[in-house]
């Protein structure tokens, strides 16, 4: 349905220059692009609009070819019939809501227009907003329009650049949701670039993990998530415990293999290496339950004991580093201090499911 | 007298801001938007007639366009017409002398659109052209204004260039600030201050207007 293969070098004049190069094929629904910020992921929607040329690869979406190096095919920007939803709105500043909106809309007569421009207005729940200019609507309202100005073009993608990036958390929630609703009626495919990890599993039908200019990894946003194939995917997902250690032995009866990280070993979940290999591990930190009493009869295969470094204190939560021998990163909500008298110094057992410990190739 | 010189004077000046706000803006959009070899020396030539004396900037303008010149030659040979000396050729020196001022407001302001704007504009399925018209000149309006007045300020008060290639004949191409001159060389004070005076309330209005037109609308 949708492809692009792009390679292009970017930044070459700049300080941190890369060579990017994607292949990526989406269907109709939410592909997602995730990755950190200068990872690529806004060259790839530019170079699918056209404002950015590759050096070489194929742009194409439903038959239609953007791009191809090898016959020197390159459609003009405002040939693609894209829309585009920029991270900074891009609202034309000079033009009324309804006029913004009006200006996307192509080869229709007036009165047609105008009815089009209604619809999509309450279909956002921002009808009373038609006549003010862009300065005077809320970052919601802004986005909402940017939207809304998006579709009006009749586009046969839509391109989204970290649109939320600028709105509260119970503004984004509700624009998730209307997003893709959207994507449901209008049945064009969406290609979504954000760093944000709700938003890409909350819309994401398929995602593409970027890390300088190259794809990590592939497949559902969860997936993804919850098993992170190699350290630098582990590491744009937020995967804060890394390790490199060696593997020591095979528990064949319970599925396990233990790997030595330094000062300690972990169990983790069977991985088909010989004994004596190296192997990167990968813990989210919020999957480690922390407990005063050293538990012994528990699913948890690593009960690690350990000693309470720091205490980073957030409003909404706390970040503990543990260290038994190597530093541990735990994420717990700051009740939790409160309740387990931790601080500095504390003795601590970290409880670890053998699951929880990802193997990074 | 007084009236007729006004009349001239307004009629050259009124041209030579039109031409300038067209071929400034056009200037200026290339230099704000095109890279290209040669566009430092360009942007050099086109400042020239701001920093030279308008009497060397006439005497070129001489060269090019006078009877025996490289161009007005030609001309001259073809129609037995030449621009020097006639109000046209006033028109010209205005045009020429002020035409780096608007090129370099029209440079500033064009440069001063985020070119993201543009962009939208072209994804939206807008051609270059109407890209140009309907969001990076409205965008750029304020700027592209006060590059008008300013030139048109400067056309007014032309004086050397004028002289060089148009003369100093009363009732064809005896400008405002050319009258006051001749006023002040023969001893005829009154009629040189009521010049000044008229040329200086002119001056003072249309920046005085264009400053109340151009405030910005209030916002929430």
Redesign the interface.
Known sequence: MFEARIKKQLGSDGAHPFNMDVDIKGGGGITVLFGSSGAGKTSVLRAVAGILTPDQGRISLGGRIYFDSSTGTCLPIQERRIGYVFQNHLLFPHFTVEHNILYGIRDHSRATARQRVRELLSMLGIGKTARRYPRDLSGGEQQRVALARALASDPSIMLLDEPLSAVDVATRSRLLEEISVIQERSGIPFLYVTHNHSEAVRLGDAMYVLDEGRIVQTGTPLEIFNSPRSAPVARVVGTENIFVGNIIEHRIDDGTTVVDIGACRVQVSYCDLPAGGRITVGIRSEDIILSRECLTQTSARNVLKGIVRRIILETDKAELVVSCGVDFKVSITPATIRILDLKVGTEIYMLIKARAVHLLA | MIWQTLRLSLLVVGIATILIGLIGTAFGYILARCNFRGKDILDAVLTLPMILPPTVTGYYLILILGRRGLLGGPLYDLTGWTVTFTWAAAVIAATVIALPLMIKSARAAIESV?T??E?????????EWETFF??TL??AKRGLLAGIVLSFARAFGEFGATLMLAGNIPGRTQTMPLAIYEAVASGEDERAMWLALILTGISITVVYLTSRLSRPRK??
Request: hydrophobic letters at 40%; charged letters at 30%; proline letters at 6%.
């Open positions: 985020d993201e704007y962009i939208a504009s072209r994804i939206m399925g807008k051609s309907r969001i409205p965008l916002s929430a």
